[in-house]
């Protein structure tokens, strides 16, 4: 008996010595909390019947709440998870069944790794492949954070089931990245974009534009991005919870879309008159807000982002 104690007492003390040991392994507890980004405070609000959208950091999730558990539109940042869960269980004491992701950027699908051990992830099968090859969803995160591959992908079009409800998570092309996909509640009349829309406004003494990031190192198109629109606004709905940004209606969708189409035709007709990239680069930079300099190489910011992939985007709206 004693000896038996004795034993569970040495190895609860070998445990106290490993878990030092990790901890000091990894540097100490000051220097890690330096390497991770802390998180930002996250706060819920109603949408629609049984609708949430959670914000404060990453892009807008959306919370379904149905009798038979919860469903997820996007999980933010790895660091977000635990503000995250327990934002949900304000508005439901049922689990969280299922996450939709609208696209691989860690600001998005950043919770997939944490989220897996309790829920299933179902993405479009481009945010699969963009995972698996560059291994990092975008560097916004810190880096080394793990990284969560969907655990069911589909190709057009999936609808989830449950509590007597249906979600459905379509495709309709390309555009911020080439595998964005749009969530939508026929029930509600409501659709997540993702980063197909986002809904900051843009400065009134400034040319009609977007402040749109195209990914073309994982499919992006800005030539496409107005089509894809068009496929989403063939559907039925009269509420928009956009990537980032507030919750929007149809119509602010319908102007965004004309104003996306209006600063890419009048960047094609720059480049098609031969202007220089240096030109080109000007105009966005003046009218537009990207920004050229004083971008740190990592994590990107705004306006530095976009400007990462110009010559794409140049070489793309040639050919237009
Ligand atoms: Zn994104």
Redesign the pocket.
Known sequence: MTRSVTSIMKRIRLSVILLGTIVLGGGSPALYAQKVKPALPLTIAPVKDNLYVITGEGGNVAVYVTSEGVVLVDDMFYRNYDDMVAKVATVSDRPIKYVLNT?Q?D??AGGNAKMLGIANVIAHENVRKNLEHIKQPYYEDTPGTPIGLPNITFSRELAVSIGGKEIRTQYFGRG?TGGDVVVYFPDLKVVHTG?LYLSFPRPADKPRGAGIYVDYAQGGSFLEWTRTLDGVLALDFDIVIP?HGPVKTRQDLVRFRGDVEAMRDRIAALIKSGASKQQVLTVFEMDYGWKSTGCPPSPPTGGCLQYQQMDSLIEELRGK
């Open positions: 696209h950027h600001d998005h911020h980063d990537g």
